[in-house]
Antibody, heavy 113, light 107 residues
Framework: EVHLVESGGGLVQPGGSLRLSCAASGFIVSANYMSWVRQAPGKGLEWVSV???????YYADSVKGRFTISRDNSKNTLYLQMNSLRAEDTAVYYC???????WGQGTLVTVSS | SYELTQPSSVSVSPGQTARITCSGE??????ARWFQQKAGQAPILVIF???ERPSGIPERFSGSKSGTTFTLTISGAQVEDEADYYCHSEADNNLGVFGGGTRLTVL
């Protein structure tokens, strides 16, 4: 059975950094394309980033240059390194597999002083 | 930038057919999908590759596309279908795009 479990969220000050993790089970992360999607409180879904099987990565304009998606094949885990965080990055962050057939439960990131 | 436009809300009575549209130029060239999200829960994929339904999704959910408009149809909507629905596709530059979401009310 496929499971995705995000972790690493929390409260951080503006300008700070966080690294989110998405631990996968039931499938191989590197054999799929994996995405990060976020949802600000009371708002809609926003696509953040994707990593394809071959390692290509793409980012939304709103996070480009500040966020980095990566994976550790030995741990079957996807990551999102978030730097220079802003108040508008406050959201629940989800990881998703492929076309979105599987999602994690999300982890809340709050950027506030 | 690429955009997908959805109505903010749709309302139907139980047993009626609900139709939610999603429009955008990128839909003419790329597959699209629909996600259902209930309050406090992660999204669930209900339609992928325009018309395909994942296993476990009721047959009353169907997808269709004509040109730049993608439609989710729920035939005989049930109270438990009340949720937010989001369309999603990819732009030519490999960036993902979500529609703004549609709140479906069934009452």
């Amino acid at each position: 059975e496929v499971h995705l479990v995000e972790s690493g969220g929390g409260l951080v000050q503006p300008g700070g950094s966080l690294r989110l993790s998405c631990a996968a089970s039931g499938f191989i992360v590197s054999a799929n394309y994996m995405s990060w999607v976020r949802q600000a409180p009371g708002k809609g879904l926003e696509w953040v980033s994707v990593m394809y099987r071959g390692g290509s990565t793409y980012y939304a304009d709103s996070v480009k240059g500040r966020f980095t998606i990566s994976r550790d094949n030995s741990k079957n885990t996807l990551y999102l390194q978030m730097n220079s965080l802003r108040a508008e990055d406050t959201a629940v962050y989800y990881c998703a597999r492929d076309t979105g057939a599987n999602w994690g439960q999300g982890t809340l990131v709050t950027v506030s002083s | 930038s690429y955009e997908l436009t959805q109505p903010s809300s749709v309302s139907v009575s139980p047993g009626q057919t609900a139709r939610i549209t999603c429009s955008g130029e990128l839909l003419a060239k790329n597959f699209a999908r629909w996600f259902q999200q209930k309050a406090g829960q992660a999204p669930i994929l209900v339609i992928f590759e325009d018309t395909e339904r994942p296993s476990g999704i009721p047959e009353r959910f169907s997808g269709s596309k004509s040109g730049t408009t993608f439609t989710l149809t729920i035939s005989g909507a049930q109270v438990e279908d009340e949720a937010d629905y989001y369309c999603h596709s990819e732009a030519d530059n490999n960036l993902g795009v979500f529609g703004g979401g549609t709140r479906l009310t069934v009452l």
